[in-house]
């Protein structure tokens, strides 16, 4: 294994672990949303279901866009390193199209649970006190 690639791993390795720390850095926030659904139906100090579901999904999409950084960037070393060779830029940009359709499923699948949460919260009456 070369030198660069275990640094690679361990860039990839510190940057999941600080993904998971700062998760709170997502633009859609379904925890509040499963939280204001289940806050209102029961008012516990425990951790309740929604939002244990809410934190698993925000955590594996943390993991998932440090997944997709890592093969952005390992696929623009093969490209950098490629030195003329057209066998590793096509393996390159096979990576990285992979890594944005991927994304993009990824992304596509959040935004249409946000959006049945947030639906579901409203036809049930959940959300009656927030702004739509």
């Known amino acids: 294994m070369t030198k660069t690639l275990k640094t690679l791993i361990f860039i990839t390795i510190v940057l999941s672990v600080l993904g998971l720390a700062l998760n709170s850095a997502l633009a859609l926030d379904i925890t509040s949303k499963l939280t204001n ?39 623009g070393y093969l490209w950098m390193m490629a030195r003329g060779n ?5 393996k390159a940009k096979a990576i990285i199209r992979g890594s944005i359709i991927g994304i993009i499923i990824v992304l596509s699948a959040y935004a ?13 009456g959940f959300n009656a006190g927030t702004p739509q």
């Open 86 to 90: 057209e066998e590793s830029v096509t």
């Open 112 to 124: 249409i649970t946000a959006f049945v949460v947030s639906k579901v919260a409203a036809a049930t």
């Open 37 to 75: 659904v289940a806050g209102q139906s029961y008012d516990t100090a425990t951790p309740n279901l929604a939002t244990t579901i809410g934190q698993v999904i925000k955590g594996l999409l943390t993991i998932l866009g440090v997944v997709f950084m890592a093969y952005i960037i390992y696929a």
